[in-house]
């Protein structure tokens, strides 16, 4: 089973006993070596969770199947992260996925990013 | 490095100095606000070393240029937190000047006496989402600052090239930076 080093042993919360861990990427280590045309249960989180950063557009109805526009997503989230851009779900590209981030979409020239508002 | 759509920057009388506060409301309290301050003032003098802009830090929250503050979950700007780990923080485009961290996450000073195996260096987090609200974007540069992920427990607080030519393409340079400097700094930070 693929574990990145860099959330290797994250299993307690120390902290503040009111949040919850945030499980949901920490569960992305079973895509790894997932391929277009696969269905996996859960594949749908991967699939917000790049919506999110801009890579897939929005909708209600992500499935749980590797198709087209998420390889295409993939490749673009890999090019955006200086990651070797394969369309795949290698462990480089996981293990980048699952870490702590901003929380700024990387695709700075998406107009309707929320983020990019100014004060007037 | 990359810029946010319409490449938004600061635009005020020169030289520039942009105020900040920290939320009265929004605090974590297992680091004193003394060394919060000092923690930030350090990641702005970072970018103030590159650029003509200094900082400065005011009282009133209200009516600071950039203001700062820790946020659980829902806190009402459209982009919720996630509690530990996932987002760390997040920072508004020119001119709106919101620093957002997240409340949930261990955030420490000096990982000597944090031994958290989630610790997240809060200088590094500061340094990052000061320049978005400056006006870059993420870069695709691993060593950048403005890269968009952070492990836990690991520090990235110096400016690389990417990040300073980057803001000094919005701003300009700062008269008593020498790009010789920079370059042997990232040099000893390579191990030569």
Known sequence: ?120 | FAYFYGKPRWVKESPMTLTYAFSANNMIDYISLEEIKRVFKHAFARWASVIPVSFMEVEYYQSANIRIGWYHRDHGDGEPFDGVLGVLAHAFSPENGRLHLDAAETWSVDFETVKSREAVDLESVATHEIGHILGLAHSSIKEAVMYPSLSPRSVKVDLKLDDVEGVQALYGTNPNFTLSSLLESENSSNGG
């Not at chain 1, 089973?1 to 079973?30: E, K, L, Q």
């Not at chain 1, 277009?36 to 499935?63: A, D, I």
């Not at chain 1, 526009?69 to 980048?96: H, N």
């Not at chain 1, 998406?110 to 508002?117: F, G, I, Q």
């Open chain 1, 1 to 120: 089973r693929f574990i990145p080093d860099s959330i290797t042993g994250i299993t307690t919360d120390t902290h503040n006993v009111t949040d919850a861990h945030n499980v949901t990427w920490h569960d992305f280590g079973r895509f790894l070596d997932v391929g277009r045309g696969s269905e996996v249960s859960g594949m749908s989180e991967l699939k917000k969770y790049l919506c999110r950063f801009g890579y897939l557009p929005s909708t209600n109805n992500f499935t749980d199947v590797f198709d087209k526009e998420l390889e295409s997503a993939v490749r673009a989230y890999q090019s955006s992260l200086g990651l070797s851009v394969t369309g795949k779900l290698d462990s480089d590209t996981i293990s980048t996925i699952m870490s702590p981030r901003c929380g700024l979409r990387d695709t700075a020239h998406n107009t309707t990013d929320k983020l990019h508002v100014t004060r007037h």
